[in-house]
């Protein structure tokens, strides 16, 4: 991640300098962060229609999405859609999903079958191993498509930047960790 890093250390201001500055590590940090591709992006703007228009291709956008973005910029994050609800509706912060599916899956366990808490153990851990290991399954061979069946075709892209690029190509985008609960309620 040495681009990254240095292409963040750029955007930082210059204050100041140390005793035995050397002008050459200066143009040195610069060339780093230069390494960087852009491919056009405003992040002061929606990127998912901006990813449908872009002329690239799959490996472009798999480099793309090996280069995490970090902004040291007053927004610190970025726009998926231009559209204020759209927007909304892709944000969430992680806690929201077990605060909106464990009480749902209590009342199943508990209410809806009548279990008592030693018929209810075992199932917990069963489906606890299962969806551990379900999400390990779409995860790596249906969220990471770049790698193994994505189209090389700027739909599919963007589409899998909805689904999952954004995860990775953004990883302190602390408000789209997890995938949104109300799209799941749809």
Not at 94 to 111: D, E, Q, R, S
Not at 118 to 128: I, M, N, V, Y
Request: some cysteine.
């Amino acid at each position: 991640h040495l681009p990254a890093a240095f292409f963040i250390l750029n955007q930082l201001p210059v204050i100041g300098y140390m005793e035995g500055h050397d002008e050459h590590h200066q143009g040195t940090v610069a060339a780093e962060a230069e390494k960087i591709k852009h491919y056009g992006f405003d992040y002061t703007k929606g990127i998912f229609w901006q990813m449908l228009n872009a002329k690239w291709n799959l490996d472009e956008y798999r480099n793309y999405l090996d280069q995490p973005k970090t902004f040291v910029t007053p927004w610190r994050g970025f726009r998926l859609f231009d559209n204020p609800i759209m927007e909304l509706v892709t944000q969430g912060p992680w806690w929201m999903t077990p605060i909106t599916f464990l009480p749902v899956a209590n009342y199943f366990l508990f209410v809806v079958n009548q279990l008592t808490i030693l018929q209810t153990l075992p199932l917990f851990f069963a489906g606890w191993f299962m969806w551990s290991f379900t999400e390990y399954a779409l995860h790596r061979w249906a969220f990471h498509g770049e790698i193994y069946w994505l189209p090389d075709h700027p739909i599919p892209i963007a589409l899998h930047f909805l689904v999952n690029g954004q995860h990775h190509g953004f990883p302190q985008d602390a408000s789209r960790l997890t995938f949104p609960v109300l799209p799941c309620m749809g």
